[in-house]
Each structure stands twice: as structure tokens, then as C-alpha cells.
């Protein structure tokens, strides 16, 4: 149910992201620092995180190497979820999520105690945040999201 919310019939309307006008710029990426710093800490224990408009999970891939050497590499991924992909005619390599690891979801608990928020203002920041993607998405938009 949580990912409906992100396909989107019509574009977002201001109302619909009160926390977002409410922070700073730099709250905003504080923010999504936490939640930068707690997926790659789930990542490092071989766990995705399912964030409701897709995943970020370690993918095996095979790496070419010098003289046509392969090597079989784990690469961070983000990986769209299907509904997504398919509502907004996204064009994405299919990749799967290998079979054994566990998906968890953001921890808004603890990503705000190690970001001094409310837990409630990291949840909302982030699903508005999303929606603005979404957002970006139906309107054919650039988009650009760096993590580091």
C-alpha cells in the first residue's frame, strides 16, 4: 500500500509536502545523510533496504577485467520497484536481488536519533521527498539523487 502513493495521476501540489517547506535545504540533506549512512550500514551486513520506490541491495555482476579476464564483483545497486517501472515507463535493466538476502525498511527510530530529528519529521522529510521524485518522474523530468 505504502508504494501507491508514489504513482502519481496528477502532478504534487505544495500542500502535499508540509515538512519539506518547512526544513532547510541543508535539514533536507542531513536527512537524507542519516538515511545514506543507515543503508550502507544495512548493505555492509548483506541487507536491502526497500525505501517505496525501490531497492538498494548489493547485486553480484561480473566484472571484464584486463585480456577479457571476468570477474564476479558485489556492486551497491538501487533497483526500481516493478509498479514503479511500469507506471512511469522506465527503462531499467532487470536485475534481480539474489534470493538470500533479507529487505528491511528505513528505521526512522534510529536514523533519527543519529540525526537529532523526530522520528516523525525524518519519516515525513523522506516520503515527501520521494513524492517530489515521483513527482519529477511523471513529468519526465531530470532527475538527479547523489548518494555517497
Same mark, same amino acid.
Given at each position: 500500500a505504502?508504494?501507491?502513493?508514489y504513482?502519481?495521476?496528477?502532478a504534487?501540489?505544495?500542500?502535499?509536502? !508540509?515538512?519539506l517547506?518547512?526544513?532547510?535545504?541543508?535539514?533536507?540533506?542531513?536527512?537524507?545523510?542519516?538515511?545514506?549512512?543507515f543503508?550502507y550500514r544495512?548493505?555492509?551486513?548483506?541487507?536491502?533496504v526497500?525505501?517505496?520506490?525501490?531497492?538498494?541491495?548489493?547485486?553480484?555482476?561480473?566484472?571484464?577485467v584486463?585480456?577479457g579476464?571476468?570477474?564476479?564483483?558485489e556492486?551497491p545497486?538501487?533497483? !526500481?520497484?516493478? !509498479?514503479?517501472?511500469?507506471?512511469?515507463?522506465?527503462?531499467?535493466?532487470?536485475t534481480?536481488?539474489?534470493d538470500?538476502?533479507?529487505v528491511?525498511?528505513?528505521?526512522?527510530e534510529?536514523?533519527?536519533?543519529?540525526?537529532?530529528?523526530?522520528?516523525?519529521?525524518v519519516?515525513?522529510?523522506v516520503?515527501?521527498?520521494?513524492?517530489?521524485?515521483?513527482?519529477?518522474?511523471?513529468?519526465?523530468?531530470?532527475?538527479?539523487?547523489?548518494?555517497?
Amino acid at each position: 500500500a505504502k508504494m501507491q502513493k508514489y504513482l502519481l495521476y496528477n502532478a504534487v501540489e505544495p500542500e502535499e509536502l !508540509p515538512t519539506l517547506r518547512e526544513l532547510s535545504t541543508m535539514e533536507i540533506c542531513k536527512v537524507w545523510s542519516g538515511m545514506s549512512r543507515f543503508i550502507y550500514r544495512q548493505l555492509l551486513q548483506k541487507k536491502a533496504v526497500d525505501i517505496g520506490v525501490g531497492t538498494f541491495a548489493i547485486v553480484p555482476v561480473h566484472a571484464t577485467v584486463e585480456e577479457g579476464k571476468v570477474l564476479p564483483v558485489e556492486r551497491p545497486m538501487f533497483i !526500481p520497484n516493478k !509498479p514503479l517501472k511500469m507506471f512511469y515507463n522506465l527503462e531499467c535493466d532487470e536485475t534481480k536481488i539474489p534470493d538470500e538476502t533479507p529487505v528491511v525498511h528505513p528505521d526512522f527510530e534510529e536514523i533519527a536519533a543519529n540525526t537529532h530529528f523526530r522520528h516523525e519529521i525524518v519519516e515525513q522529510c523522506v516520503q515527501e521527498t520521494l513524492l517530489c521524485f515521483a513527482g519529477a518522474l511523471r513529468d519526465n523530468k531530470e532527475v538527479e539523487f547523489t548518494f555517497r
